[in-house]
C-alpha cells in the first residue's frame, strides 16, 4: 500500500470507521511518518496540523483508536483506517466527532437503556424488576422465550413469530447486561468466527 502523500503537501485525509460497527467515527490527517507509527504500534496516530507534530489518538483521554486495517481509495490519496476505540472518540464526549450519540441502530439504543434501568432504577419499569430479581430469573426469563420462540417458528403466525423473536431479543440483551458484557462483545465473537 502506497499512499500518494504528495498530492496533499504530505497529509492524506484520512476517515476512521469503527471496525464492528462500521460507524464513521472522525476525520483527521495523516503524514507518511504518521501512517508508519500507526502500523507499527498500532495505535492511530495522526498529524496534527495546529500542533506541528504526530499525536496518538487517546495520548491524553486514554481513548485510542486500536488499528484493525487500512485501505486506499482509488487515487491513492485518502486512507480509510478502521479501528476500535476505547471510549468516546469526540473530545467533546461524543462517540463520534460529528457530534451525535452515534449511528449504530435501535439495538444499541435499546441496550443503553437497558443498561439505563440497571444503574439507575426505575419504580415500576419491568426491566429494573428483572434486575431486582437477580440472575437466576433472568436467565430463566431468556430460556423461556427461547422455547416460545421455538413453538411459534413451527407454526404460520408470522406476527406471533416476530413477537417471540423481539421479546427473546430483549430479554438477551438484558441478560448480557447483567453478565457485564453488550453486543459489541458478541459481535467481536461471531467476528472471530467469520471466515475469509
Not at 100 to 119: H, P, Q, S
Not at 133 to 145: D, R
Not at 184 to 190: G, P, Q, T
Request: aromatic fraction near 8%; glycine fraction near 8%; charge should be negative.
Amino acid at each position: 500500500m502506497n499512499p500518494d502523500f504528495e498530492k496533499g503537501d504530505d497529509l492524506i485525509p484520512t476517515v476512521i470507521q469503527d471496525d464492528r460497527t462500521k460507524e464513521v467515527l472522525m476525520l483527521g490527517y495523516i503524514n507518511d511518518e504518521a501512517f508508519e507509527r500507526t502500523k507499527a504500534e498500532g495505535l492511530v496516530t495522526f498529524y496534527s496540523r495546529s500542533k506541528n507534530r504526530l499525536w496518538t489518538k487517546g495520548e491524553t483521554s486514554g481513548n485510542h483508536l486500536k488499528f484493525v486495517s487500512a485501505k486506499l481509495d482509488c487515487d491513492r490519496d485518502t486512507l480509510l483506517i478502521k479501528a476500535i476505540p476505547s471510549g468516546p472518540v469526540c473530545h467533546q464526549g461524543t462517540e463520534t466527532c460529528f457530534g451525535d450519540k452515534g449511528a449504530k441502530g435501535f439495538m444499541y439504543e435499546l441496550e443503553a437503556t437497558i443498561k439505563d434501568r440497571k444503574d439507575n432504577p426505575l419504580e415500576g419499569s419491568y426491566t429494573t424488576s428483572l434486575f431486582e430479581k437477580g440472575m437466576n430469573k433472568i436467565a430463566q426469563k431468556v430460556g423461556e422465550e427461547a422455547v416460545e420462540l421455538v413453538i411459534e417458528a413451527k407454526d404460520n403466525n408470522d406476527d406471533l413469530f416476530k413477537n417471540e423473536a423481539a421479546d427473546l431479543m430483549y430479554h438477551f440483551l438484558i441478560l448480557l447486561e447483567a453478565k457485564g458484557f453488550a453486543l459489541k462483545d458478541i459481535e467481536a465473537v461471531l467476528q472471530s468466527r467469520q471466515k475469509g
